[in-house]
């Protein structure tokens, strides 16, 4: 009864453990139909679809239809004018009317209405700058905003490819990850195979039966999480690139694009002009110094050419087309104006504006050196991890030996089985851990694109 019992169980877990291989063989190996998504092909995706970017490229293309819209201000202004007016109340002045008749005294006045009950008045007037700093710096500052705004673009999209391109390598991280804990499972349950079958002939406790379960189920867990996580990195990419339809996640990564770079040729300067965070400082900075000018050309002279023709009539009552009512009025002439005072204190004006100047180019230096910090930092973290590299593909080609070693001495009957499964697990562990410090390796490279502002070559 109890063999019979016994060889219930063990067909029901082999049962079991035949389906979950099949789990694994599907989920690990990409299925034909299945399509490829490369690093440059997901940033530029991203770039496309989001929806931000697009509103964000849409106001770079309105700031500059209205930086353009101000060289309209050097163009003629004519304006056309019409009133109709009703005056209730005449207006009546003192005139000297001793001046005008000897008859009367020399200091004698008498109060006079001038006007109409009714007047109207029709005509156009032209307005043409010849001379004005303030709208050439005005067209300047928009310049400078137009820069700015896209440069504020331009960090968008960077920082959205740096992110694209994270989860692209946390992906192949998974990936790794779920070889490495295929690995452990079958280990584990080659143990427990073993445990099972001592168990079975009354050479092993249950306690000792159990806690090979549980290594086993731990290592079935832990396969578990991978693919959970790896399929929760894949919606995130989709995500990031505009794929609506995140059901579609069943796609493989591209590992083209994974180099042994040289860390120690590498430059960790940081090149300014790619960097738009550094940049948008700059712009900054010398928008400041457009709008110090602005301000003291409040004071310049301005000078231009203004003209008017049209005509008034004048009638005591409501009779728009009276007849000799209408007198032509036209003049031509130069506008000069000279302010004196604004209303403001330029001194202090301006004494501010040095100050944010000053500003933006101090967060400009450290923001710099951060950049270079990092660079800096991702470059060491890189050789390390290439001396890692190598000390650990040293020790596959050991351990490959060892193993060779420990298989001939099974064979002849002077090793057990159990020890030559523990070096094939220690070997399938350093491989994953191989893996797993390749794409590190990546992280870190990534890193320092980032920080010396060489990110574009991971998309052109």
């Known amino acids: 009864m109890n063999i019979e019992h016994s060889t219930k169980r063990t067909n029901k877990v082999s049962v079991s453990w035949c389906i979950f291989i099949l789990l694994l063989a599907v ?4 299925a034909k139909g299945q399509g490829s998504l490369t690093l440059s092909k997901a940033i530029k995706d991203a770039f496309l679809n989001r929806k931000n970017i697009q509103a964000g490229r849409a106001d770079l293309s309105i700031r500059k239809l209205q930086t353009d819209a101000l060289y309209r201000k050097y163009w003629p202004q004519l304006s056309a004018e ?72 331009a960090q968008t999209e960077y920082e959205l490819a740096y992110t694209v391109a994270q989860v692209y390598i946390d992906i192949l991280l998974q990936e790794a990850k779920i070889r490495s804990a295929i690995a452990d499972t079958n280990r584990t349950w080659v143990s427990y195979q073993l445990l099972q079958n001592k168990f079975d002939q009354k050479r092993l406790l249950k306690s000792e039966l ?27 990419l989709l995500f990031l690139i505009g794929q609506n339809n995140i059901e579609q996640f069943d796609f493989a990564v591209d590992t083209s694009f994974i180099k042994n770079e040289i860390a120690a040729t590498m430059d960790t300067q940081p090149i300014v002009a790619n960097i738009p965070e550094l940049q948008q400082l700059q712009l900054k900075g010398e928008l400041i110094g457009v709008q110090t000018k602005t301000e003291k050309a409040k004071y310049l002279p301005t000078l231009g050419l203004k003209g008017y023709l049209g005509a008034n009539q004048y009638t005591n009552n409501f009779d728009p087309t009276a007849a000799n009512s209408w007198f032509g009025l036209s003049y031509v002439g130069i506008d000069l104006k000279y302010p004196l005072l604004t209303g403001d204190d330029r001194r202090k004006k301006i004494e501010q504006l040095r100050l944010q100047s000053a500003q933006y180019y101090q967060q400009k230096e450290d923001r710099t050196a951060q950049y270079y910090k990092d660079a800096l930092v991702a470059k060491i973290k890189m050789e390390q991890m290439l001396s890692e590299l190598k000390t650990q593909e ?5 351990n490959e030996e060892s193993i060779s070693v420990y298989q001939a001495r099974l064979s002849e009957g002077q090793e057990s089985a159990s020890s030559l499964n523990l ?38």
Do not use: C
């Open 210 to 236: 159990n806690k090979g379960k549980i290594n086993h189920n731990n290592a079935v867990q832990q396969y578990r999480n991978a693919v959970a996580q790896l399929i929760e990195d894949k919606v995130y």
């Open 27 to 30: 989920v690990s190996h990409p």
């Open 423 to 460: 070096e094939e697990a220690n070997l399938q562990k350093l491989e994953a851990e191989y893996q797993n410090n390749r794409m590190q390796y990546q992280l870190y490279f990534l890193d320092y694109l980032k920080a010396t502002g060489r990110m574009e070559q991971l998309w052109k």
């Open 82 to 153: 019409y009133t109709y007016l009703y005056n209730p109340i005449l207006q009546t002045s003192i005139l000297p009317i001793g001046v005008f008749n000897p008859s009367y005294p020399a200091d004698a006045t008498k109060s006079v209405q001038f006007g109409t009950k009714w007047s109207q008045t029709a005509g156009v007037t032209l307005n043409q700058p010849l001379f004005d700093v303030s709208i050439n710096r005005q067209i300047k500052e928009g310049k400078l905003q137009d820069r700015i705004a896209a440069a504020a673009q």
């Open 394 to 398: 040293e020790n596959i080609g050991l």
